[in-house]
């Protein structure tokens, strides 16, 4: 549906839908007689001095607006670009930062070797000081960045620091008697508590939609290296990119990020927010330090599935199991092993791998943590002296989990040490080699690829593909594997 359609109102229209109201039982001949110069004695209206409703939002908001900005930024890009890594491409960013209206307007002016391209985000007023906090995105190479306030004074801006791996940024202005907002906290909001969002949706003007809290400590999406969000059905549309998502007390919670459209530019009531309690502490590091240094354990994370459960004879579905340990790390030195299932840090519960990977994050290199794990059914405590991320750990993902299947489909050899060298993994490295594997079995569904050295089947090593055969064999409803990928172990249940 086009604008015009929106704004468009037919006369007839307006007429039926004055004539369905009744008008209190008036008689109706005509449009002279619908009371609009003279309004006839059966109307009644409110006293002018009635007391407001106290059903309303409008005192929060009152208070909300004057921190939220409009944040317009200018890029350069090379003419020759053809468009394939381009970033503004990846439809989840798109949904915000825009393509030819929307909330990110978009004017690309032809040069000989660049091109401008301009964009609107939002952002949100923290400090009196000038401190704004946004989406990476919103400013990523921008080389102009301008703000404009609530009360229309526009600033020019400095891009304080960015952090991709969770798409906060932070933006300053030099500027007197702002408004910032009032700061949350993100980990006291439960499921089904009201939430406003407010940003500048398809470049409108200064908008507020209202919803609930769907869902908190969504992870996994693909979204950003660190994912932690909070799920909202507030309408959050192309515009609102770095705008604040509010309590019902308007403070500060999360930082509007992204949008399940599933093809649609518009809003489908699943919108993605950034805590505040994360884009907080990367501020703080990014004002202090002009960079976001992450803590280092040394695990790669899976999450435990109903079938990974199942494997380990775990009752519950809990935790994040380690797939693997990265040599020399803080992890193997404290003791931790693969096929542990982490169940805390610091006497908090891990629910997810995401949130471990969060949690992790977000601690200061050089500090100690407890972490608590379950090892073949009995609990352990592990001291691990944290250490800064290197970076190009930082890149790693965990891998996909896979759903409880039959084993069928798979040919393996002895692994050798032509195999070895191919694989990129030691030439010592026991188990058998997938050679071929059907690509409609079970296997190839769970996650099973050609090249993989699959060292364990039900927690028991396997050494050549005799021993693999038999413990297949001796395999009931599913096979728990335990598989080197280029030098990486992860678990696939199949």
């Known amino acids: 549906m086009s604008f015009n359609n929106i704004w468009r109102r037919p006369k007839a229209a307006a007429l039926a839908m004055v004539m369905a109201l009744g008008l209190g039982g008036l008689a109706v001949e005509g449009a002279e007689h ?3 110069i003279n309004p006839p004695a059966s109307l009644h209206f409110a006293p002018a001095d009635e007391p407001v409703s106290h059903n309303t939002f409008a005192p929060v908001v009152k208070r909300v607006l004057p921190a939220v900005v409009n944040i317009s930024s200018t890029k350069m890009l090379k003419t020759s670009f053809q468009g394939s890594d381009d970033p503004m491409d990846n439809p989840l960013f798109r949904q915000f930062f825009g393509d030819n209206g929307g909330g990110g307007r978009q004017f690309r002016v032809p040069r000989q070797q660049q091109q401008k391209e ?6 949100v007023i923290v400090s009196p000081e000038g401190y704004i906090l946004t989406n990476n995105h919103v400013v990523d190479g921008a080389t102009d960045v301008r703000v404009t306030l609530s009360d229309r004074r526009e600033f020019k801006a400095r891009v304080v620091g960015t952090d991709p791996k969770t798409d906060v940024a932070v933006v300053k202005i030099d500027a007197n008697n702002l408004t910032p907002i009032v700061i949350g906290d993100s980990g006291r909001i439960q499921v089904g508590d009201y939430v406003l969002a407010v940003g500048d949706p398809f470049g409108v ?4 939609t209202m919803g609930i809290v769907s869902a908190t400590g969504r992870g996994g999406l693909g979204i950003e290296d660190y994912e ?3 799920q909202t059905d507030a309408s959050i549309n192309p515009g ?5 998502l509010v309590n019902d007390r308007g403070e500060l919670i999360g930082i509007n990020t992204a949008i399940l459209a599933h093809g649609s530019e518009g809003n489908q009531g699943i919108g993605f927010a950034i805590p505040v309690s994360v884009a907080r502490r990367v501020m703080d590091q990014i004002i202090k330090n002009g960079k976001v ?5 040394g695990v790669m994370a899976q999450e435990v599935t109903p079938a990974i459960a199942k494997a380990f004879n775990e009752p519950e579905v809990r935790g994040a199991l380690v797939g693997d340990v990265t040599p020399d790390s803080p992890a193997s030195r404290a003791g931790i092993q693969k096929g542990d299932i982490i169940l805390g840090l610091n006497g908090q519960p891990v629910d997810s791998a995401a949130q471990l990977r969060m949690n992790v994050s977000l601690m200061q290199p050089g500090s100690s943590v407890n972490v608590k794990v379950l090892r073949n059914g009995a609990a352990k405590d592990f001291n691990v002296h944290l250490e800064e991320l290197p970076v190009e750990t930082a890149k790693a993902n965990g891998p996909d989990n896979s759903p409880q299947e039959s084993m069928q489909g798979i040919q393996v050899e002895n692994v050798n040490a032509r195999d070895a060298r191919q694989l990129g993994i030691p030439a010592n490295t026991p188990g058998v080699v997938v050679t071929g594997i059907d690509p409609n079995s079970a296997a190839a569904d769970s996650g099973l690829q050609e090249g993989d050295v699959i060292m364990e089947v039900n927690r028991k090593p396997v050494n050549n593909a005799q021993e693999f055969e038999h413990a297949v064999r001796n395999s009931k409803d599913q096979a728990l594997l335990l598989v080197n990928r280029q030098g990486q172990t ?4 199949v």
């Open 34 to 36: 619908l009371g609009i």
């Open 118 to 123: 301009q964009g609107l985000g939002s952002g």
């Open 205 to 208: 003007g200064k908008t507020v």
């Open 228 to 230: 932690d969000f909070i």
């Open 240 to 244: 609102n990119s770095g705008g604040a």
């Open 293 to 297: 240094t992450r803590a280092y354990l």
């Open 490 to 493: 992860m678990y696939i249940t």
